[in-house]
């Protein structure tokens, strides 16, 4: 069983559509984060949640807005989006019981064309 | 802000040892990590410092210092599947703080 899952893991879409990522973990943890990964492959922190509740932005455009219904999902909505936006967008989970390791969810490669 | 250097390519032979260096300079500092990213997949935990000295693990070994803020990931019997990007990470402070990103080191391991 995938412990931290993400669906869609591609999407190709066109400038100005909305679209939205899912992501789940079945580890029990209270953390859930978002990250973004660029062309260049560096991998840059978007949210934070814990408990539901929004901890930390990382000064990402509204255009991004995070939902937590419940502390094992962080789904991703992301409205008008431009060619920036392409990149691979990962889920991760934080395990207080070991060192506060992060656990990644398997990414969702977002193409805008 | 914060600040993670590391290579960004290394090429070694297989069978051999190579060792990735990494220094930071952050607000705080609550714990380092190694992660493998392998292309097109996930970065998965190597290993995790909070502590100085060296980490075991297997054929992989991390060391930290922290008063030189550096870092390093020793890789031993290198095989042609540890060809990945290596990523160091740093955690700035406690609680819920994401970890901060170098990035990478992308290793090359050739016959």
């Known amino acids: 069983d995938t412990a931290v899952s993400q669906t869609p893991k591609y999407l190709v879409t066109q400038m100005g559509n909305d679209k939205s990522i899912k992501c789940e973990q079945n580890l029990g943890h209270d953390t859930m984060y978002w990250y973004k990964q660029d062309s260049k492959k560096f991998l840059k922190i978007m949210f934070s949640y814990n408990n539901k509740e929004l901890i930390i932005n990382e000064t990402v455009p509204n255009r991004f807005s995070p939902k937590s219904p419940d502390k094992a999902h962080l789904n991703l909505h992301i409205n008008s989006l431009e060619l920036g936006d392409s990149a691979v967008y990962f889920c991760?989970?934080?395990?207080?019981?070991?060192?506060?390791?992060?656990?990644f969810g398997e990414g969702s490669w977002l193409t805008v064309v | 802000g914060q600040n993670i250097d590391q290579p960004t390519e290394m090429t070694a032979t297989e069978g051999a040892i190579v060792q990735i260096n990494c220094t930071y300079q952050?607000?705080?500092?609550?714990?380092l990590f190694w992660y493998q990213q392998h292309a097109g997949e996930a970065p998965t935990f190597l290993s995790y410092n909070v502590l100085d000295g060296l980490e075991e693990k297997g054929r992989f070994s991390s060391f930290l210092s922290r008063s030189k803020g550096y870092s390093y990931l020793l890789l031993k019997e290198l095989q042609m599947k540890d060809s990945a990007s290596y990523l160091c990470?740093?955690?700035?402070?406690?609680?819920?703080?994401?970890?901060?990103f170098g990035k990478g080191t992308r290793l090359s391991v050739i016959a």
């Open positions: 991760a989970s934080k395990d207080p019981l070991s060192g506060n390791t992060i656990y």
């Open positions: 952050t607000s705080g500092f609550n714990g």
């Open positions: 990470a740093v955690r700035p402070h406690s609680g819920n703080t994401p970890l901060v």
